[in-house]
């Protein structure tokens, strides 16, 4: 791979030597090295953010817009690119990775040149003028699982606004970054708009977030995480991703097997490692049987293999270290009292070298125990029965995340008025569909702040009232 730092308008080498492996997680073997930054890199990212932000500000909006289009139509014809990059990186299957790690951020990428349209006309309030200024030079912190769209969700809504941005993202997978660095310069930014730093969060990440002349800071991770960041900003803006622990909820009444169905889809999607995935399904008892035999059965049907071959359904892991991870949270849960029906923490038949992990289904979870209340970060999905309505929204509600969930009903508008009721930032309701026009984010500990949509473009943006 070429340098992948990204520093007013140009690429170079780090300020350090030092480099960062980066392993296969289909074959576990070291395919790639990537800089392992420094302060001084984050200090000169930084520092060339703020030499552009006065003049980025000052530039007429519909030029932002333009660029940002140009950067939109290049990602597109780059699309296969991006794909086999999300392939080789994430380990996610070929068959979804064009979808979903490629074209929904381009098509998120063209929702927010929508949201863009007449933002910044100045509004009056009694004797006032008020104004959207920019928030001034951004840190983006991007994670790993959906590279390209959380990298869209935090840079296109800065660069629209007339925010300069420095991006870091996550070094365990680094070719669709840099891809779309490329993109950046192909569109012809100015030079200090878009700054690209690679190396690990507890050092480059850290002195991105403490740094003085940054003014917002955007993060996706862990909660843990965002709680560190969170501490190390200080007074600047900080918008929050984090962790989701989602419920589906399914009524009495509703479709149980299509819910059961859809429900697994959502758990096993990239291979677990989606925040807003519905990991916990909470049924009532009547149709509970019923529920547990099509999401074991759904789950079985989950081909595992290299993400490469289309017959794959579901790919490996990240790391090592999650796959471990994740297996402990399954043989844990079987120690709690919970009944497995599919899956387990034994490697998978026939695939010797990967990270991967079984498609698991566990029922009889008690909402109190680990796997009720944990986000696994994994394909494994907990059970749980509850007797009436007020008890199902109580376990739905009853972690300490709330980025999404879903509700099941037996029409449209019994199940928008539960959904209403649970304290989550989104809600699928009977199988709505995810898309990036919408506000999209958090409450308690899955994060503050939004994303996507004219919600995620107004975060970067300051109020000014001229009092006339």
Same mark, same amino acid.
């Given at each position: 791979?070429?340098?992948?730092i990204y520093? *007013?308008?140009r690429?170079?080498?780090?300020? @350090?030597?030092?480099?960062v492996?980066?392993i *296969?997680p289909?074959?576990?073997?070291?395919?790639?090295? /990537?800089p392992?930054?420094t302060?001084?890199?984050?200090?000169?990212?930084v520092?060339?953010a703020r030499?552009?932000?006065?003049t %980025?500000?000052?530039?007429?909006q519909?030029e932002?817009i333009a660029? /940002?289009?140009? !950067?939109?139509?290049?990602?597109?014809?780059?699309?296969?690119e991006?794909?086999?990059?999300?392939v080789?990186?994430?380990g996610?299957?070929?068959r979804m990775?064009?979808?979903?790690?490629?074209?929904?951020?381009?098509?998120?990428? &063209?929702?927010?040149?929508?949201?863009? #349209? +007449?933002?910044e006309e100045p509004h009056?309030?009694a004797? @006032? $003028?008020?104004?959207r200024?920019?928030? +001034? /030079?951004? /840190?983006?912190?991007t994670? %790993?699982?959906?590279?390209?769209?959380?990298?869209?969700?935090?840079?296109v =809504?800065a660069?629209l606004?007339g925010s300069?941005v420095?991006l870091?993202?996550s070094?365990?997978?680094?070719?669709v =970054?840099?891809?779309?660095?490329?993109?950046?310069?192909?569109a012809?930014f100015?030079?200090?708009?878009?700054? !690209?730093?690679?190396?690990?969060?507890?050092e480059?990440?850290d002195?991105?977030?403490?740094?003085?002349?940054?003014d917002?800071v955007?993060f996706?991770? @862990?909660t843990?995480?965002?709680?560190?960041?969170h501490?190390?900003?200080?007074?600047?803006?900080?918008?929050?991703?984090l962790?989701?622990k989602?419920a589906s909820?399914?009524?009495?009444?509703?479709?149980?097997?299509?819910a059961?169905?859809a429900?697994v889809? @959502?758990?096993?999607?990239?291979? +677990?490692?989606?925040?807003l995935a519905l990991t916990?399904?909470?049924?009532h008892?009547s149709?509970?049987?019923?529920?547990?035999?099509?999401? &074991?059965? &759904?789950?079985?049907?989950?081909t !595992?293999?290299d993400?490469?071959? =289309?017959?794959?359904?579901?790919g490996?892991?990240i790391s090592?270290?999650?796959r471990?991870?994740?297996r402990?949270?399954i #043989?844990?849960?079987?120690? *709690? +009292?919970?009944?497995l029906?599919?899956?387990?923490?034994?490697a998978?038949?026939?695939?010797e070298r990967?990270?991967?992990v079984?498609?698991t289904?566990?029922?009889?979870?008690? =909402?109190?125990? #680990?796997?009720?209340q944990?986000e696994?970060?994994?394909?494994?999905l907990?059970?749980?029965?509850?007797d009436?309505?007020?008890?199902?929204?109580?376990?739905?509600?009853g972690?300490?995340?709330?980025?999404s969930?879903?509700? %099941?009903g037996?029409?449209?508008?019994s199940?928008?008025?539960v959904a209403?009721?649970?304290?989550?930032?989104?809600?699928d309701?009977?199988?709505?569909r995810?898309?990036t026009a919408?506000?999209?984010?958090?409450v308690?500990c899955s994060?503050?702040g939004?994303?996507?949509?004219r919600?995620g473009?107004?975060?970067?943006?300051?109020?000014?009232? $001229?009092? !006339?």
């Amino acid at each position: 791979m070429p340098p992948t730092i990204y520093l *007013d308008g140009r690429f170079r080498d780090s300020s @350090s030597p030092v480099t960062v492996p980066v392993i *296969d997680p289909t074959t576990e073997q070291v395919y790639d090295h /990537v800089p392992r930054g420094t302060a001084r890199d984050a200090d000169d990212a930084v520092l060339a953010a703020r030499r552009a932000a006065d003049t %980025w500000a000052a530039t007429p909006q519909s030029e932002r817009i333009a660029l /940002v289009r140009t !950067l939109r139509d290049t990602l597109t014809a780059r699309a296969d690119e991006l794909t086999s990059a999300a392939v080789r990186d994430v380990g996610t299957p070929v068959r979804m990775a064009g979808p979903l790690q490629t074209m929904l951020p381009i098509g998120a990428v &063209t929702d927010f040149l929508a949201a863009a #349209e +007449g933002i910044e006309e100045p509004h009056g309030v009694a004797n @006032s $003028l008020v104004h959207r200024r920019p928030v +001034g /030079v951004v /840190v983006a912190i991007t994670p %790993w699982n959906y590279p390209l769209l959380q990298i869209v969700a935090k840079v296109v =809504p800065a660069l629209l606004s007339g925010s300069p941005v420095v991006l870091k993202p996550s070094e365990v997978a680094p070719l669709v =970054p840099h891809l779309l660095a490329e993109a950046v310069d192909a569109a012809g930014f100015p030079p200090g708009v878009f700054n !690209l730093v690679s190396g690990l969060g507890l050092e480059i990440g850290d002195a991105l977030v403490r740094h003085p002349e940054v003014d917002m800071v955007s993060f996706t991770g @862990s909660t843990a995480a965002g709680r560190a960041v969170h501490a190390a900003a200080g007074l600047k803006r900080v918008q929050l991703e984090l962790g989701g622990k989602s419920a589906s909820l399914v009524l009495p009444g509703a479709d149980a097997v299509a819910a059961a169905r859809a429900t697994v889809n @959502s758990c096993l999607l990239n291979s +677990g490692q989606t925040c807003l995935a519905l990991t916990r399904l909470v049924v009532h008892r009547s149709l509970y049987r019923e529920a547990v035999e099509a999401a &074991t059965a &759904t789950a079985a049907r989950f081909t !595992l293999g290299d993400p490469a071959d =289309p017959a794959t359904k579901q790919g490996p892991l990240i790391s090592a270290a999650q796959r471990d991870r994740v297996r402990g949270f399954i #043989e844990r849960a079987g120690a *709690d +009292g919970a009944r497995l029906t599919v899956g387990g923490a034994h490697a998978p038949d026939g695939l010797e070298r990967g990270f991967f992990v079984r498609p698991t289904v566990f029922a009889d979870v008690a =909402p109190e125990s #680990e796997l009720g209340q944990e986000e696994v970060f994994g394909p494994v999905l907990a059970i749980t029965p509850y007797d009436d309505v007020d008890e199902g929204i109580r376990i739905a509600d009853g972690t300490r995340y709330g980025l999404s969930g879903a509700v %099941w009903g037996p029409d449209r508008e019994s199940a928008a008025a539960v959904a209403l009721r649970l304290r989550t930032g989104q809600v699928d309701v009977n199988g709505g569909r995810f898309h990036t026009a919408a506000p999209f984010g958090g409450v308690k500990c899955s994060g503050r702040g939004r994303e996507f949509g004219r919600a995620g473009l107004e975060e970067y943006y300051e109020l000014q009232s $001229l009092q !006339l």
